[in-house]
Each structure stands twice: as structure tokens, then as C-alpha cells.
């Protein structure tokens, strides 16, 4: 067993830039797992840490929300869209949507419904875009459009404003129908954009919630928020067939405890994206690299030559995220450094000669 962590120790685990999710704990967190470690409490979420943390989470979003735990973004928008829809449905989401791309097809194997997908520029639906899929209402041969999903931040890493949040919601509730919010990165958002966590969802109309954790310094654990009570009627159920009541729930819960504390959110989210722009700031000064998105969040889209990535790639890590246009994505996170950015750049400025 030693000598196995020992080689697994060998293989580079120097802070690259391929994921928030590559990134530790954040030690507070851990902290936290840690100070609940000590004797029994009843299982399934009937603990005091689970409930302080509802609360935690209440006093961020406001007292009329119900709270679910589940360990995976995955599960979380999953299990949220299947609250919300029935198997005739639709839910339309942007093409770049993790729904659509990174989730196996969960969403369609769990809820049975079609997803419908918008191309976008840069990742954000607008009413516009939506009201292509606004048709076939009452129509039996019809998947009935039920739900848009928004991602906030988005998976380009761009970000919503909250006006533009409010104008989905306003026309997507005028077509009787619900509106789901893939927040995998949505304190991130919050810390660009310099509004509260509440002021993008219940101040918007925000259905239903997928509160990222996860790539914001937990070890794992995200929470569905219903801002619609009566949508969560019968969750519980949902949560439990959906295999995500996590029995020593505990630790799920003191890991939102300690992200709310204090506001590690922000702090965590802020810093992952002053990385980001500082990491942007620096490659334009680059001859050769072209951003392509806006830096809003903690991730940078770059145009790098082809033939240089496999070289930067060796000594930090990194996705390609279109081959066709050797268009690359960098993401920092709530631990990574100055020092790791000005690494990076200067072995980037090495290789571009
Ligand atoms: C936008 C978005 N939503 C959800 C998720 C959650 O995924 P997971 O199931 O891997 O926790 C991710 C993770 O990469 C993501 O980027």
C-alpha cells in the first residue's frame, strides 16, 4: 500500500490548470469534516450539522428555500430537473450546457426528457435564443417544453447578470414553465459580478438551484435549493431513488457550514478569479495567443499554436478545449499561485519563442 501512494506520489501533482476540480481541499474544510468526527450522531441528515448548515444556506438565500445534499454537480442538476419535469417533456439549455456535453446522458436516462439545445456565442441563452424551442405547446407529438436551465457561471466562463437572469425567468414563467440554475460555479460568479449568492436566484426567479461546492474548496458535496417550495414536494423521494441521501450526511453538511463561514465562498471564488485575469493579463501580452471569451470567472480561453501544447502540457496540465480551432482552456483555482501563473507564462512565452 505505501510503496503504491509512493508511486502515485512520483506522478506530476504540481497545480496545473486543467480543472477547479484537480485542486485540494480547502483546510478549513477539512477542519471542519474533521471537528464531526468524534462519536455517533443519526444518520441521514437527521444530525445537528446538517441543520445548522440548512440554516447556514437559508441565511444566504433566504428562509423560504428547501435544502437537499447530494455528493456530485452531477446529481444535483439531474435530480433537480427530474423534480421539475415529467418524461414528455423538454428542457432547453445552451449547446455547451454540462447537462448536455459532461453528464453521460443522465439528465435525459433519469428523466426520460429531450434536451433541446441552443448554439450560443459565448454560453448564455437569452429569450431570443429560447423562443426557437417556444413551440408545439398541447401538441402530442411533441416533447412539451418545460424547463430552461442556465448556467451560471457559464461553461464558456462567462456570466450573467442579474438583470439578464431576471428577463429568462420573467419570459420563461410568461410560457408557464420552470427555470433550473446549473450553479456549479455560481459564487464565482457572484465574487465577479460583486452580488449575492440570493440576489442572482431568489431575486431573479430561480426555480430550482444546483449550489456548487465542489470546485470552491470541498472535498465533495453540492445542495439543490428549491426557491419553489411546492417543487420539492416530493424530493425526499426523488434524493433517495436517485441514490444521493448520503447517510453520514454530516459531512457533507459541515463542509457548506465552513464554505459559508466567514464567507470562504467569496474569498475562495475571488481569488480563484483574480488568478484568472491575472493569468489573461499576462498571455496577452503574448504575441500569438488569442483569448477568446471574456475572463469573467476563474477560467481563461486561449488560441495557442497546436504544436506547443503537448511541451506545456508536460509541466502543467491543461484541457484542449476544441481541437478543430487548438483552442485551449485554463482554469485557476481557490489554491492556485502568483507563482504558479508566472510559471506557466513564462514557460508559454519560452515555447512561443
Ligand atoms: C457547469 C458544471 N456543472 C456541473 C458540474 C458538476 O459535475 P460533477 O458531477 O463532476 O460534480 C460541473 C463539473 O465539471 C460543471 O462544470
Not at 148 to 154: D, E, H, N
Request: charged share 20%.
Amino acid at each position: 500500500m505505501t510503496e503504491l501512494l509512493n508511486s502515485k506520489l512520483k506522478m506530476n501533482h504540481k497545480r496545473g490548470f486543467a480543472s477547479d476540480n484537480n485542486s485540494g481541499v480547502h483546510p478549513s474544510v477539512l477542519a471542519a469534516m474533521s471537528s464531526v468526527n468524534d462519536g455517533h450522531f443519526v444518520a441521514y441528515g437527521d444530525d445537528p450539522f446538517t441543520e445548522s448548515a440548512v440554516g447556514k444556506i437559508k441565511e444566504e438565500f433566504g428562509e423560504d428555500i428547501e435544502v437537499f445534499f447530494v455528493f456530485t454537480g452531477t446529481a444535483a442538476n439531474v435530480l433537480g430537473l427530474k423534480a421539475l419535469t415529467e418524461s414528455w417533456n423538454s428542457v432547453i439549455c445552451a449547446d455547451t450546457a454540462h447537462i448536455h456535453c459532461d453528464e453521460c446522458g443522465a439528465p435525459e436516462f433519469f428523466t426520460g426528457c429531450k434536451l433541446l439545445t441552443i448554439s450560443t456565442p459565448d454560453g448564455k441563452l437569452t429569450p431570443d435564443l429560447i423562443s426557437r424551442h417556444m413551440h408545439g405547446f398541447d401538441f402530442e407529438h411533441h416533447a412539451q417544453p418545460q424547463v430552461v436551465s442556465v448556467t451560471q457561471a457559464t461553461e464558456l466562463g462567462t456570466v450573467y447578470t442579474p438583470a439578464e437572469i431576471k428577463e429568462i425567468c420573467d419570459y420563461v414563467h410568461s410560457m408557464g414553465m420552470l427555470v433550473h440554475m446549473d450553479g456549479a460555479r455560481i459564487c464565482n460568479a457572484a465574487a465577479s459580478l460583486g452580488v449575492s449568492l440570493s440576489e442572482m436566484t431568489a431575486g431573479t426567479g430561480i426555480d430550482v438551484l444546483s449550489f456548487g461546492g465542489t470546485k470552491n474548496g470541498l472535498m465533495y458535496g453540492e445542495a439543490i435549493v428549491f426557491f419553489n417550495r411546492s417543487l420539492s414536494r416530493n424530493f425526499k423521494y426523488i434524493r433517495k431513488q436517485g441514490m444521493q441521501l448520503a447517510s453520514k450526511m454530516r459531512y457533507i453538511a459541515v463542509q457548506f457550514e465552513a464554505l459559508l463561514t466567514g464567507r470562504l465562498w467569496y474569498t475562495n471564488a475571488l481569488h480563484a478569479n483574480r488568478m484568472a485575469r491575472l493569468l489573461a493579463d499576462e498571455v496577452t501580452t503574448i504575441p500569438g495567443i488569442r483569448i477568446t471569451q471574456k475572463v469573467q470567472i476563474n477560467g481563461v480561453f486561449a488560441v495557442v499554436p497546436t504544436e506547443i501544447v503537448p511541451e506545456l502540457q508536460k509541466e502543467y496540465f491543461f484541457y484542449i478545449w476544441n481541437p478543430e480551432t487548438s483552442e485551449v482552456r485554463w482554469m485557476t483555482s481557490w489554491d492556485t499561485t502568483e507563482e504558479d501563473i508566472r510559471g506557466f507564462v513564462s514557460l508559454l512565452r519560452e515555447k512561443m519563442g
